[in-house]
Each structure stands twice: as C-alpha cells, then as structure tokens.
C-alpha cells in the first residue's frame, strides 16, 4: 500500500496529532456557543441559524489556519480538508443550539 | 495565553454583551412578539456590533490556544533537540501554561553519557586514552 510506506518514510508523531485534535476541539466547542449566542440574540430561525453557525466554523478554521497553523495546515493535521476545515463541527453543534435556544428566548421572549 | 488574547477576549465579551443587552432592550421597546412580524428589524448598529465582537472573540480564544505540534516526525524530533538546550527555562514556562509534562527529548534517556545503569564505556576509554598519553604506564620502560 502507498499510504504505508509513505508512513514508513516519514513517520508521524501520534502524541502531537492528538494534541492538535484535542486543541482544535476546545477551540470548536468554545466557539460554537459563542456562534449560539450570536445567532439567538439576531433572531435567526431554522436554517438560517445553521447557516450562521457553519459560516462561523468556517471564520473559526481560517483563524486556526492563519494564526496557529501558519498556513501550512499540512505540517499540523494529517488529512488538512478532514482535521482542520471539517474537524469536530459537528461536534459543537449541539453547544450551539443549546445557547441559540436559550438567547433566543431571553432575548425575544 | 498572552497579553494579545487576554485584551481582544476582554473587549470582545465587553462588546457582546454590550450588544446583547441592546438587542434586548430593543426587543422590549418594540416586543415582536405582539405587533407581529418583522416591522422593527434589529438597527444595523447593533447587528454590526454582534458580529463584530464574535469575531473579536473568535480571534482571542484561537490565540488563548495552545500551540499546535508538528505531525512529521523529523521536525517534531528537530524542534525537540532545539529546545533541549533552554529546556530548563521551558519547563518551568509549560508547567505554569499547565501544558502537558513531557518536555524535551524523549529518548535524552537512551543517549551518550547518561545511560543509568550502564557503564560510561567511551568515557572511561577516554580517560584511559588520556592517561595513556600522560605517561601514566610508567612502570614499564
């Protein structure tokens, strides 16, 4: 297999992906509550609201490629599309809704 | 977390809440929920604010992050050996971060001169190698 041997030749390291993984789901889960408060208190409803939080996630990645990644996304994630741009979004969707519902209802009750 | 992240996360909640209490106040004056419908948008202002203070926000909690590690073994070794030398100075920094504990070579175990456990071979050749030299054998003529 290719994939193989092109680990065999350049290794990587399994404590720092997991880092990076684990740092980006912080960053994803922190950012995805501030997103629900955001779109709870402009009023979204159904999808404009999930449109608003997948916009958010994309500023949130161009963040981390810009300012942790040092736009060489490849050097820090192993599949850059998978890890960086896709990594854990759905995750913070269940944060987001949680404080879209709650601000929307405080908000405009 | 720096100085840079620390002020952009202060300002950025400063701003959100801000323009959430506006939106709210808004909402009362106007409250949409009986004169129904869309008749008083939220004013641009406030929209303006929101989104802006979110991305303040954003900006500080991706900088308040930690660093990222490099995946490919050979730079991940390179950065290590690097900061073997200031490694003292480091750990005390990621133990205050309250980073993880495995700072430095991993492998600094294994190397030249501080295998515990085993005799210094290439060390005690040397320093026979240097006693040679000084003539230390003289018994023999």
């Known amino acids: ?109 | 977390m720096g100085l840079p992240s620390t002020v952009l996360l202060v300002a950025g909640a400063a701003f959100l809440s801000h323009a959430v209490y506006s939106s709210y106040e808004h909402a009362l004056l106007f409250s949409p929920s009986i004169s129904s419908g869309n008749k008083h948008p939220l004013p641009l202002d406030i929209v303006l604010e929101l989104l802006v203070s979110i991305t303040v926000l954003c900006a500080g909690i991706v900088l308040a992050a930690p660093k990222l590690k490099p995946i490919s073994w050979r730079v991940w070794a390179r950065e290590k050996e690097t900061e073997e030398k200031n490694v003292n100075i480091r750990r005390r920094k990621e133990e205050d971060a309250g980073l993880g504990a495995q700072v430095g070579n991993p492998f600094a175990g294994l190397e030249d001169g501080s295998r515990r456990g085993f005799l210094d071979v290439r060390g005690a050749r040397k320093a026979f190698a240097e006693w040679v030299r000084e003539g230390g054998g003289g018994g023999r003529s």
């Open chain 1, 1 to 109: 297999m290719i994939d193989e041997r092109e680990l065999a030749i350049n290794p990587i390291v399994q404590d720092s992906v997991m880092h990076n993984a684990k740092t980006l789901s912080n960053i994803r889960s922190l950012t995805a509550s501030l997103f629900g408060v955001a779109a709870g208190t402009l009023g979204l409803e159904s999808y404009p609201g999930f449109l608003f939080y997948f916009a958010g996630t994309l500023v949130v990645s161009l963040f981390v490629f810009a300012l942790r990644a040092e736009a060489r996304p490849k050097e820090f994630f192993y599949r850059p599309m998978m890890d960086l741009w896709a990594g854990d979004v759905v995750g913070g969707l269940s944060g987001f809704v949680l404080t879209w519902t709650l601000f929307y209802g405080l908000v405009r009750a």
